[in-house]
């Protein structure tokens, strides 16, 4: 078994029912690329082996038994460090959290599982998911093993960079502003977000309860459909999870999509949009119209509004949501004289700078006085961007973008700027905004060999039709455009 193999969950699946590797063998294999690798990429905080080992015994006592074997079967996996993990250390990259052990399993790890996934551990992440370049990270950055001293994309880095380096097969990440798609993008992997509700937030902890969405990071499309297929589905304890049918999204995969109309939106084109990504991403419509897909020019004339209206509702979200790290219930306690002083050096000590302004801006919008000026408006305008989707849906079957204006800037290039790093989630933030699915797939790579992202959006709970588009532009070599 070559150590620099790079595994599907397929050719997993045939290597352990022909015997030619044992679960045990490749858990081990994974374990050792990231024992050689990860002191350089820092894209794994904690790892579960003890978890790991067990799962690989029981997939290779299947095996032995020659019993059928379930759908991830020995598959290694890695998640990002803001899901519960039960037993295992979970930090969401802050120091509040730095010897948190949660008490539970997320949905979405235990149904992995269930399936058969084996659990490696858990990656780097943006303190709170709250980033958009893995620097936030109250454990140090992450590199991008795609584009060296570059940023690998936030706030889930750490998942995309474990994939891509090939330090785990599939891995997890979440998704409120563009935390799964962008990184994906800067990693050169595809990389998806489902609607809202298609997968059960239980065991996230959360930051913006009414924009995070959990979704996964794989080397190629139909991995990420097969782990979609497992992970997506209604759940009793998430109030926020749609009780809609679930298909078997790798099913249709495959399908013709000769006749789809795919929309392209002129805003998303304007000034801003880096000449080599623009060139990259037009190439990459090109291919899809060479495939027969239809282009269609539309509007989205809310979009110029969606990065103030995002950083709006994210940073109230984040506001409520974070007043529980306090030193009372869990986490970091720093001892005062008074309760109040606790409360104040406990989060002071704890919560990183990147946390600490989204906080205070959050409060700030939902403070008496200027809750009707900012949050309420920034609620209405949402409603205007979740509309121009569902008349341009009128019109499209889906819609392609860039991911990002820009391709993987260098480590520490705008960490002094926020405004700056907040608007590389400009093409993404809307999607979120509106609850649409959408994947980032790879679009080829700039002159200098950086990757670039294109996007594609779907009406809600269209993932299938999504996966197909991403699947057809893969198998007509997209991915190397």
Not at 147 to 160: H, T
Not at 313 to 340: F, K, P, W
Not at 395 to 420: H, M, W
Request: glycine share 10%.
């Amino acid at each position: 078994m070559s150590a620099s193999a790079n595994w599907t969950i397929s050719s997993v699946r045939d290597a352990l029912t022909a015997k030619k590797v044992s679960a045990r063998e490749l858990t081990d294999d994974y374990f050792g690329r990231i024992e050689r690798k990860n002191s350089e990429l820092n894209a794994f905080l904690t790892l579960s082996k003890d978890r790991a080992y067990k799962q690989a015994a029981a997939v290779d006592g299947l095996v032995a038994k020659g019993s059928s074997l379930p759908r991830l079967a020995g598959v290694p996996i890695a998640v990002k460090d803001v899901l519960s993990t039960e037993g295992v250390r979970t930090t969401c990259g802050s120091k509040i959290l730095e010897n948190y052990t949660a008490l539970y399993d997320a949905t979405a790890i235990a149904r992995l599982e269930a399936a058969g996934a084996v659990l490696l551990g858990k990656t780097n992440c943006d303190e709170f998911a709250m980033g958009s370049s893995n620097e936030n990270s109250a454990y140090g950055a992450v590199q991008n093993p795609a584009a060296p001293g570059r940023v690998p994309g936030g706030s889930s880095g750490g998942s995309a960079a474990a994939v891509a380096a090939n330090l785990a097969v599939v891995s997890l990440g979440t998704d409120t502003g563009g935390s799964i798609r962008q990184p994906g993008a800067y990693c050169g992997i595809p990389a998806m977000m489902p609607t809202y509700g298609r997968v059960s937030r239980y065991g996230l902890v959360a930051f913006a309860s009414s924009l995070d969405r959990i979704g996964p990071f794989a080397q190629t499309v139909r991995d990420i459909a097969e782990v979609f297929s497992v992970i997506a589905g209604w759940d009793q304890n998430d109030s926020t999870s749609a009780n809609v049918p679930r298909p078997d999204y790798v099913a249709d995969i495959d399908k013709p999509v000769s006749g789809m109309r795919i929309g392209v939106p002129d805003e998303y084109f304007a000034a801003g949009l880096d000449p080599e990504v623009r060139t990259k991403v037009e190439a990459g419509i090109a291919l899809l119209e060479k495939i027969g897909c239809k282009r269609v020019s539309i509007r989205l004339p809310h979009t110029d509004y969606a990065i103030a209206t995002y950083y709006i509702i994210a940073t109230a979200e984040a506001s409520s949501n974070l007043a529980r790290y306090d030193g009372v219930r869990y986490g970091l306690r720093t001892n005062a004289a008074t309760l109040s002083d606790m409360y104040r050096k406990t989060r002071r000590n704890g919560f990183g700078a990147e946390v600490k302004r989204r906080i205070m801006l959050g409060t700030y919008a939902l403070s008496s006085g200027y809750y009707d000026a900012y949050y309420l408006r920034a609620q209405k305008v949402r409603s205007l961007i979740a509309r121009d989707f569902a008349e341009a849906f009128g019109q499209v079957d889906a819609i392609v973008t860039p991911t990002s204006p820009v391709p993987p800037f260098k480590l520490g290039e705008r960490t002094a700027d926020p405004l700056q790093m907040y608007l590389a989630d400009i093409y993404t933030v809307t999607g979120s905004l509106a609850g649409l699915p959408a994947i980032s797939v790879p679009c080829g790579k700039t002159p200098e060999k950086l990757p670039v992202g294109m996007q594609i959006v779907g009406p809600h709970f269209s993932e299938g039709r999504v996966l197909q588009i991403a699947n057809a532009f893969e198998r007509a070599g997209g991915f190397a455009i």
